[in-house]
């Protein structure tokens, strides 16, 4: 879970792996349920890299259709109703 080093995890595994496709899918997906309904964990995601970890994920996969649904949904979690996350 997030309380135990969860969204640190899920980043630091997209960061090591960037070029995996299924890795950054599933970060994209694990972000997305972490932050969803959950404000704390959408401040948590953003301070640890979560927000640019999914973006390098889009660009580096622009091709890969579950990527880029994945990582639309986890944006779209982190910035909604989070005016921070949307700067």
């Not at 704390?40 to 091709?63: C, F, L, P, R, S």
Request: net charge negative; glycine share 12%.
């Amino acid at each position: 879970t997030a309380d135990h080093g969860g969204i640190e995890a899920v980043v630091a595994a997209m960061d090591a792996h960037a070029g995996v496709e299924g890795v950054q899918e599933w970060g994209c997906k694990a972000l997305r349920t972490l932050c969803y309904n959950n404000d704390e964990n959408k401040v948590k995601t953003a301070d640890h890299g979560g927000i640019e970890a999914v973006v390098a994920a889009m660009d580096a996969h622009a091709g890969v259709e579950g990527v880029q649904e994945w990582g639309c949904k986890a944006l779209r979690t982190l910035c909604y109703n989070n005016d921070e996350n949307k700067v």
